[in-house]
């Protein structure tokens, strides 16, 4: 039997960025390891130059998505602007001291968003500092803001978190009830993805490569790992 943290994670707007390249900033249709590592780090208080905070996070958690909805895609012409001279350099210490140069450049990118998505997260640890029920008071009382994404996405609704014993996965998912709010978001049938080593109690259709494992939050390096996904019906 394993004590699984379960929550919801629905916003107007979310990001679950996928390999950026270029201009281009893709999102995937539900969350990356990535990205559910630093909403938990956020809601414990995880600050980015934690290095060694972030690795043991990383090594004790496993997580499993359940997707209600992947959303609608939005694609963003995005521009920010920033002195030149600073790009490959330090900033300055406020973006207030950036905007005062004298020479300010324009950077371009393309940022891709899914529109009104609603999906599951569920979480294994095997680290008694890190245990479920301190995971689920931190998601309850954050330390810092948490974020779909990125900061323009915020949750809109509460991720009221659960702790759930079950042997399975797939359970642990089932059993948790969403807000009714979110019930109308629900389109077809029920993705479910989960990682090596789980307990998924369903097979899986087939196996993704996500290149989504954490290294370095510091110099910002990810790997690949594989991802088992589960199409929906019995």
């Not at 599951?120 to 009382?141: F, H, T």
């Not at 629900?186 to 789980?198: A, V």
């Amino acid at each position: 039997m394993d004590d699984y943290l379960v929550f919801q994670l629905h916003a107007p707007l979310a990001a679950w960025g996928g390999q950026a390249v270029g201009q281009e900033r893709p999102s995937d249709d539900h969350p990356s390891r990535s990205a559910l590592l630093g909403l938990l780090a956020a809601a414990l208080g995880i600050t980015r130059d934690q290095e060694e905070a972030h690795e043991r996070l990383r090594d004790t958690c496993r997580f499993g998505v359940k997707v209600f909805s992947p959303g609608l895609a939005l694609r963003d012409f995005h521009t920010i602007q920033v002195p030149p001279e600073a790009r490959k350099q330090q900033h300055l210490q406020t973006r207030r001291d950036e905007l005062r140069e004298p020479k300010v450049g324009t950077m371009l990118s393309f940022r891709s968003y899914r529109q009104d998505a609603l999906c599951l997260a569920a979480v294994l640890s095997s680290d008694a500092d890190y245990s479920v029920e301190r995971l689920a008071d931190a998601l309850l009382e954050p330390v810092f803001p948490l974020y779909l994404g990125r900061k323009s996405c915020p949750p809109a609704t509460p991720l009221n978190p659960e702790v759930i014993p079950t042997p399975e996965l797939r359970s642990a998912l089932d059993r948790y009830c969403i807000a009714p709010v979110l019930a109308c978001l629900q389109t077809g049938e029920s993705r479910y993805y989960w990682e090596e080593g789980m307990n998924a109690g369903m097979r899986h259709d087939y196996r993704a490569r996500r290149h989504d494992q954490p290294l370095s939050r510091r110099r910002w390096q990810f790997a690949p790992r594989d991802e088992y996904v589960f199409l929906g019906g019995e």
